[in-house]
């Protein structure tokens, strides 16, 4: 099978940087670039007494397992004193050392902060030199490792500045206990959604809730993946690259009156545009709605309120009959790990990092918090049972893509994302939020103060 991949991407189990774009090798345009670390900095770990900071984003995945890692590696390394600490939002203590140059050696700052920014203004070291170590364990190089194609979604303009390390993969949710007890089946096309609606609606039962304070889940669950498969991957990626009339292509202007189509015909659930993503989530958990569009983390992240009746399983976006686009295409994200090019200590930084992605490690991390990871391999375990449905679906995927421009262009991600709320308000129709958006984006593509970027074709 191949498999074709889409742009550079710093998704985070809850912010999405959910990146959808178009879906080939990495490739960007006419931003200003990276800058260059230091070709005299030993990336090789030191010797010694010495210290090694770490901060990562407290998420749903917690920092106990990069915790345990680091007292792993410190015991395997004497003199060597390392410090894991972090913060839900953790960017927020990060940005000041970042301006003050001093930062921490190895750093996870979460959907809060922009590390393409941070890989321009010269703030972070390219890792290429560093894939080229031997990996923890076994023959191959560090970067023979890491799946090639998820690989190069922390690449800037060829250079390394972001490692992956466990992935997201972004589709719809159910519980099958439900479906099982009313005959229902999951919708796999769109005319399978409309009949099914009818039915859970007919039961008293919201068919479709969703995170309306966060309108991204709804962009990345419904809006990109139905402009997909009506479009195909150029489609997506045109409107990425910020490409006149793309964001009121045909394409997108359906997926826009899918979206509308389910809220007049009352399958979103009421009051839901009011909901934040646990409010949301709780609804469908509670059995009040059938089902919601989330990213693979959604039973880590509400395990511990989850109804005991309650069951969970994953299947991708309906897909639109007839439609250009990939069936099996399946929206992903990666969270970004960076070693700051003001580290005091980047040896270590790169060896702890090595360590923790090392096969076995990479193992562990899917075993025991229920998502699968970027090393090559790491999927070969028992997987936790809400794991496999997804895990199945990304196997079989030919296309895998993920969108970029919440990152690069966050002023023009407000503006669709107020588009989208209005819309669902009943204020504008699906031609107006188009043409909203595409006014967004020309004004966004003639600012000459934004680095522009591209994603392949």
């Not at 139905?226 to 991957?233: I, L, N, P, T």
């Not at 679906?393 to 421009?405: D, G």
């Not at 699906?430 to 074709?457: L, M, W, Y």
Request: proline letters at 7%.
């Amino acid at each position: 099978m191949t498999r074709s991949y889409g742009e550079p991407i710093a998704m985070s189990w809850r912010g999405w940087i959910w990146i959808a774009v178009g879906v080939l090798a990495l490739g960007c345009g006419s931003g200003s670039g990276g800058g260059e670390k230091d070709s005299g900095t030993s990336l090789e770990p030191k010797t010694g007494d010495r210290d090694l900071e770490v901060a990562a984003f407290e998420g749903g995945y917690g920092i106990d397992f990069y915790q345990q890692c680091a007292k792993e590696y410190e015991a395997k390394n004497p003199g060597l004193k390392i410090k894991v600490w972090g913060d839900p939002r953790v960017w927020e203590k990060l940005r000041p050392r970042f301006v003050g140059g001093d930062p921490p050696d190895l750093t996870f700052p979460g959907w809060g902060m922009d590390h393409w920014a941070l890989a321009e203004e010269g703030q972070l070291t390219d890792l290429t030199e560093a894939l080229k170590q031997k990996a923890a364990e076994g023959d191959k190089t560090w970067g023979e490792t890491f799946d090639p194609n998820i690989l190069k979604l922390g690449q800037l303009e060829g250079k390394q500045y972001v490692l992956p390390y466990y992935i997201m993969l972004f589709g719809w949710w159910f519980d099958p206990k439900v479906f099982a007890a009313n005959g229902w089946t999951p919708p796999k096309t769109w005319d399978d959604l409309l009949a099914l609606g009818e039915k859970i609606k007919a039961k008293g039962i919201a068919p479709i809730t969703f995170q309306g304070k966060y309108p991204y889940y709804m962009i990345d669950g419904m809006l990109l993946p139905w402009c997909q498969s009506v479009g195909g991957a150029d489609a997506v990626r045109n409107a990425q690259n910020l490409e006149p009339g793309a964001w009121k292509s045909e394409a997108m202007l359906k997926a826009a009156q899918m979206i509308d189509e389910l809220n007049k015909k009352g399958f979103l659930q009421k009051g839901a545009v009011a909901m934040s993503h646990t409010e949301a989530q709780q609804e469908f958990l509670q059995g009040r709605a059938a089902m919601v569009p989330c990213g693979s983390w959604l039973y880590s992240e509400m395990k511990n309120v989850m109804p005991p009746s309650a069951a969970m399983e994953f299947f991708l976006p309906p897909s639109v009959t007839g439609g250009e686009g990939d069936p099996t295409a399946m929206m992903i994200g990666i969270e970004p790990w960076m070693v700051p090019s003001a580290a005091k200590n980047p040896g270590d930084a790169v060896g702890l990092f090595k360590y923790m992605t090392s096969l076995g490690k990479a193992k562990e991390f899917v075993e025991k918090k229920g998502t699968l990871m970027a090393i090559t391999g790491s999927d070969e375990v028992a997987l936790p049972e809400v794991l496999k449905a997804p895990a199945k679906l990304f196997k079989e995927s030919k296309t895998v893509y993920a969108v970029q421009y919440r990152q690069w262009y966050p002023a023009f991600n407000t503006e669709i994302e107020n588009a989208l709320t209005a819309m669902l308000n009943g204020d504008i129709d699906p031609q107006g939020f188009c043409d909203r958006v595409e006014a967004a984006a020309e004004k966004t593509r003639n600012d000459a103060s934004i680095p522009k970027h591209k994603v392949a074709g």
